[in-house]
């Protein structure tokens, strides 16, 4: 699917600012909307809205289908009387700059069970009736999932596999025991599911009516410890204990001689396959109830994977072996349509992918931090890149702009300002102009390479434990310099029509 040709900015919903230790789907989150909407932006890319697990990353959820309760709005839980305000008091607490995870985390979960407990206690009339029209709709995927969280604090977070073999191989009697042993905790997560999707719902239609579409995650792979494992085993390569027989990764390249061991199950892509791949299916219904168009992760996945001997303590003794390919988007499109989206085809990519996403008609992705390594036949350089694709800075998996810069050598300096051309602009907004005059369709801008932040500010450095996800940006940080540039260059590349564009603020 094409896309209008367009821009936007890259910001995960926890580095908003806000006063309660990450970022929430309240003020800040609208705020941000209207921030985009003044700098002639049409889109928000954001990462895996899921509830995390261990090292906080949005791509190693506790669920496919969930959202994170650490996003929600506790201000708006104790406007609705779920909350008493005095209890709310400590937040302040926090840092401005970062989340601190572990206080955030035991922070916000002693509010969200009170006001679970006090929602079930007192709500009523419609309050009560959406709550269970929400758990009707979404009962499918909603009831493992509160049962398994659940579970979890039960047994102190430990992995699902240690659980009592009842709970483990899910026999009907042993589940029905402890759905009634924690009727109040299930009860809980139920209720953080619909004011997630409530409080999320009416941030999407707000951003939708200012002319802003959001671009959400998909990752192809799962976490061992999710529901999804747990509740679907028959999906995913597991042995007879099930333990995953392999493993997900990527093969030693360049950048790393042992490549990357994910860790992730492997999928039995022929038992998804005779279930008409149903859960796939759900999973792209829900992510596009809270998203307009979806970036799939590790699109070449589809293609082929490099599967490892679970066990293996590097990925160098994987194997590539064949994904679903066609057939998987075949019948995605027969069962929902042509969707929209975004082929996430980087790294060792191979002719079969490139086929894959071009028979689809799916845009790729071009990274300016990746273009100045070779010579003028790279092709993430502007001038090969072709019209379907999203063109950015960076992704999430980057540097910022300017702590790429400044830890480059000579040669690549050397390059990157040959293309660039004489400027007086810093490298931040040099490479911003760079993205947002190429042909590419869509053209995606980091927040703080807005900004102009250095290394500190990396959201996420893959292969690295520890000090991840947690970069957020205080209020008022976006200057109004910073506006007018995205602004003028919307205009001057393209990227809205004029009479899209709001006019300009008074303070422009």
């Excluded at 090292?55 to 650490?70: R, W």
Aim: charged share 25%; glycine share 8%.
């Amino acid at each position: 699917m094409r896309f209008p040709r367009s821009a936007g900015i890259l910001l995960h919903p926890t580095s908003l600012p806000g006063g309660f230790g990450i970022g929430e789907i309240g003020p800040s989150a609208f705020a941000f909307v209207d921030l985009l909407v003044e700098s002639g932006q049409s889109l928000w890319q954001i990462l895996p809205l899921g509830p995390t697990g261990y090292g906080d990353s949005p791509y190693a959820c506790f669920s496919a289908l969930a959202g994170n309760p650490m996003l929600i709005h506790l201000a708006r839980l104790a406007d609705e009387g779920d909350l008493d305000w005095q209890a709310l008091r400590p937040a302040s607490d926090f840092p401005e700059d970062r989340v601190d995870y572990g206080p955030v985390i035991s922070f916000k979960n002693a509010m969200l069970q009170r006001a679970a407990q006090a929602f079930r206690q007192t709500a009523h009339g419609d309050r009560r009736s959406a709550f269970n029209h929400f758990c009707r709709e979404n009962a499918d995927w909603l009831e493992d999932f509160a049962l398994f969280m659940a579970l979890k604090d039960a047994h102190e977070g430990s992995v699902w596999n240690t659980w009592e073999p009842g709970l483990v191989r899910r026999h009907p009697d042993v589940l029905q025991t402890w759905r009634e042993r924690l009727d109040d905790a299930i009860f809980a997560q139920r209720y953080y599911q619909f004011q997630f999707f409530r409080q999320w719902g009416a941030l999407k239609d707000y951003a939708n009516a200012q002319g802003i579409q959001i671009i959400g995650d998909i990752p192809i792979f799962v976490a061992y410890d999710s529901v999804d494992v747990w509740a679907n085993p028959d999906r995913f390569r597991l042995d007879e204990d099930l333990l995953p027989t392999k493993v997900a990764g990527v093969p030693p390249d360049y950048f790393s001689p042992t490549g990357q061991l994910w860790g992730n199950p492997i999928y039995d892509w022929e038992a998804v396959a005779r279930n008409d791949y149903d859960w796939w299916l759900r999973r792209f219904r829900q992510t596009l109830t809270v998203v307009d168009m979806v970036r799939l992760d590790h699109f070449r996945g589809f293609a082929a994977y490099w599967a490892i001997p679970a066990g293996e303590e590097t990925a160098v003794n994987g194997e590539w072996e064949e994904g679903p390919g066609a057939d998987f988007f075949e019948t995605v499109r027969d069962a929902l349509g042509e969707l929209p989206i975004i082929a996430e085809d980087l790294g060792h990519i191979t002719e079969d992918v490139l086929e894959l996403r071009e028979q689809f008609d799916l845009p790729g992705m071009s990274v300016l931090q990746f273009a100045f390594t070779i010579d003028a036949s790279n092709p993430y350089l502007p001038h090969n890149v072709v019209p379907n694709t999203v063109i950015y800075t960076g992704t999430h998996d980057n540097d910022t702009s300017v702590g790429w810069y400044q830890s480059r050598e000579a040669e690549e300096l050397e390059a990157c300002h040959r293309y660039i051309g004489p400027t007086d602009e810093p490298i931040n907004w040099a490479l911003i102009r760079l993205a947002y005059r190429s042909v590419a369709d869509l053209a995606i801008v980091p927040l703080q390479d807005v900004l102009g932040l250095g290394a500190a500010a990396r959201m996420n450095t893959p292969g690295k434990l520890g000090n991840n996800w947690s970069w957020r940006f205080r209020e008022g940080a976006v200057s109004v310099s910073s506006r007018q540039q995205l602004y003028e260059m919307t205009l001057t590349y393209g990227r809205k029509e004029p009479e899209e564009m709001q006019e300009r603020p008074d303070w422009m």
